[in-house]
């Protein structure tokens, strides 16, 4: 079954050829061309996947970010005008898992695309795991905290599955960005960053100070179950 | 006086002050030296007449008391009795050989010779001398045989004069001192609008464009300030339009690179979709499509680079400090680019905290030049030394020109204009201005025939090992599968 994609790009032309690269490449592509009709499009469709650009009229990219996160935790690649701005982060913050910056090629598109989809899918049946207070069901996509369940996008749960097969062990940002995003080289470190953030506001007894997922300076992060 | 900054005595200053003082005491000297000489004349000749007038009294006196028919001897004693009574003068008698005088150190032989010869002659004369130390007018004159000297002291006067002398210098110098006091404090005075405007001149070159010289008054300092304020105010003028031009200009730039993103964007898809098909092109077809592919590649890297050249103009430039490792992310771009097989790459891994996104763009910019210009045979290093850490990248192609060199990272610049490579001509400009933001600098060396060497040197803090951490370090990783089509 091929995996249906929202495609929200107010450009017509990078509209078109885009779903046509996702098309190709063997999804399923709705298209919406501002801020509104992609969230009524959202609504009314089931999708594996949001690809969203930033500047949108009506409504912008950021604001439908927003909007999705608080429905769902479908993967959500922004299309990013530059990669050295708050842009990224800001959306990164408001629960994108990736980003493509424009001039984009359509390669680079779709491989992000998969790579922000098989966190969400493809997962080999696995038992569930108990670290500290957590509990990681990686069948169910579940976790629990004191039994009370968390809600997670697909990239905050494998960052947080990753740390916890191997606890107190240290990640790299660049382990981390290759094991979890699928970034061969040169990812962008600041995607980790932000998502172990997200994660902690999520997990953590006190996100200020995090007792479960440590920052070891210089080099990454790690799992600490007695935390 | 002036607040702008301390004043130094200049050349200037002191030649004025030494002027007024020169004057000062060169007319100082002339007058005292002339009054002087004028006092002491009159002084001199006063004597002189008193000297006279007494004499003359004294030898009429003498000529009465000489006359016989006392005896000679008698009466001289007489005579000498007589004129002791009256001050001022000694006098000493000599007659027929014997000498006679009203005071032990006076003799008739110490009248100077000159004068005795005129007193033989029986002339009445007078001569100034020095009997033991002491200055007298010696006034001499005959009364029959008998020869009459008067000693007239002359001590006083000497002394006076020898006062007013003292008197007259001593004004003189103080003449000078307050001469050259004042000369100070008028050349000061005169001075300080100069020193103050060369003071604002200063401060106006360090660029301190709003300094302005104080409103002075209807004089010609006043003139000068206006004109000055003038001036400043016109070259204000002239460098906030200036800037505000450049900074038009820029705006301007990043503008036109935002707007042409988006149908770069475009197109590179669309290029993309493109190149899937040209197997399937017609022949004629072909060669053109593969062209506006091509093209399209490069027209996206002009405008990244322009984006990016904007936005290190604009200051925009977040720096991401993190922890890198020199060698493993210069292996990682040169794969990433798929340059491997036509760089040789080697040297020490070497830490430092730096930004990893800039890091990779010089070093790419760094090759991508060297393999473009160079051809094959492109050397790469990295370590460190005692300056900091250093990635050399260095080709064996033509080499430039110290001409082409001086231009070699101006923006657009193409050392062979005929040449109309894949880079956006921009590549050593950015790479310029990354390796600036980072704290380091682009060194270069090259020659015509020989090569080129680019060195990026970047400041290296006090080395620390990575922490010893149990969990792996990533390296690249080996996964070819998700090439991503970079630059």
């Known amino acids: 079954m091929d995996e249906r994609v929202l495609l929200v790009e107010d450009d017509s032309s990078i509209r078109e050829v885009a779903a046509l690269g996702l098309t190709q490449a063997g999804f399923a592509v709705t298209t919406a061309s501002d801020g509104r009709q992609a969230l009524l499009e959202f609504r009314q469709g089931s999708f594996d996947l949001v690809v969203l650009d930033v500047m949108l009229p009506e409504l912008d990219g950021f604001e439908v970010c927003r909007e999705i996160r608080r429905e769902s935790r479908v993967p959500i690649v922004m299309l990013s005008a530059r990669s050295d701005t708050v842009d990224v982060v800001v959306g990164l913050e408001l629960g994108a898992d990736d980003y493509v910056t424009k001039p984009f090629e359509l390669p680079e598109l779709v491989a992000r695309a998969r790579a922000v989809m098989r966190r969400a899918g493809e997962d080999p049946p696995e038992q569930a795991l108990a670290v500290g207070a957590l509990e990681i069901d990686p069948a169910g996509f579940e976790v629990r905290r004191d039994g009370e369940r968390i809600e997670l996008t697909a990239t905050e749960f494998r960052l947080l599955l990753e740390l916890a097969r191997r606890p107190r062990q240290v990640f790299t940002r660049e382990l981390l960005l290759e094991r979890v995003w699928s970034y061969d080289y040169l990812g962008d470190s600041r995607l980790v960053d932000v998502a172990i953030q997200r994660l902690r506001a999520k997990v953590e007894a006190d996100p200020k100070h995090p007792t479960l997922l440590q920052t070891v300076r210089g080099v990454g992060y790690r799992l600490d179950p007695s935390g | ?487």
């Open chain 2, 1 to 487: 006086m002036s607040a702008l900054s301390p004043i130094r005595p200049g050349r200037l200053r002191r030649r004025l002050t030494i002027a007024f003082m020169l004057v000062a005491a060169l007319s100082g000297a002339a007058l005292a030296a002339g009054s002087y000489l004028v006092a002491r004349e009159s002084r001199l000749d006063d004597s002189v007449e008193r000297a006279l007038d007494q004499s003359r009294f004294n030898l009429e006196f003498a000529s009465a008391v000489l006359a016989p028919p006392q005896s000679r001897t008698e009466a001289v004693r007489q005579l000498l009795d007589a004129l002791e009574r009256r001050s001022g003068f000694a006098t000493a008698v000599s007659v027929e050989g014997q000498d006679f005088s009203s005071s032990i150190s006076i003799r008739a032989a110490q009248a100077p010779p000159d004068l005795v010869a005129q007193v033989r002659r029986g002339q009445l004369a007078y001569q100034r001398t020095e009997v033991a130390g002491v200055p007298y007018l010696v006034v001499g004159g005959r009364v029959s045989e008998a020869e009459l000297y008067f000693f007239f002291t002359e001590a006083q006067l000497f002394d006076e004069l020898g006062q007013l002398r003292t008197i007259l210098l001593v004004g003189l110098a103080l003449l000078v001192l307050v001469a050259g006091g004042v000369g100070a404090l008028v050349a000061r005075r005169t001075l300080a609008p100069v020193a103050e405007a060369s003071a604002a001149a200063r401060s106006l070159a360090e660029g301190l464009l709003a300094t302005r010289l104080p409103p002075g008054g209807r004089d010609e300092f006043g003139a000068w300030a206006a004109s000055f304020n003038e001036m400043a105010d016109a070259l204000e003028g002239k460098i906030a339009a200036l800037s505000e031009a450049q900074a038009r200009e820029r705006r301007f730039t990043s503008d036109v690179a935002h707007e042409l993103r988006t149908p770069v964007t475009a197109l590179v898809g669309e290029a993309s979709l493109l190149s899937e098909h040209l197997d399937r092109m017609p022949p004629e077809a072909r060669r053109p499509a593969e062209l506006v592919v091509a093209d399209i590649a490069r027209l996206r890297r002009l405008v990244e680079d322009l984006m990016e050249i904007s936005r290190l103009d604009a200051g925009q430039g977040a720096v991401r400090l993190e922890p890198v490792d020199l060698a493993t992310l210069v292996g990682t771009t040169i794969r990433a680019r798929g340059w491997s097989d036509r760089v040789r790459v080697e040297g020490a891994g070497t830490v430092l905290e730096s930004d990893r996104r800039r890091l990779e763009q010089i070093v790419a910019n760094l090759v991508g030049n060297a393999l473009e210009h160079g051809g094959r045979d492109v050397a790469l290093r990295t370590g460190a030394d005692g300056v900091g850490a250093f990635v050399e990248v260095e080709d064996h192609g033509g080499g430039m020109t110290p001409e082409h060199l001086q231009r070699i990272f101006d923006r657009f610049y193409k050392a062979d204009p005929s040449r109309t490579g894949s880079g956006s001509g921009l590549g050593l400009a950015i790479a310029l201005e990354n390796a600036r933001l980072l704290g380091g600098e682009i060194e270069v060396w090259s020659e015509p025939g020989r090569g080129s060497r680019f060195t990026l040197r970047l400041p290296l803090p006090v080395a620390k090992p990575l922490q010893s951490g149990d969990g792996p370090v990533a390296g690249a990783a080996q996964d070819e599968a998700h090439n991503r089509a970079g630059g």
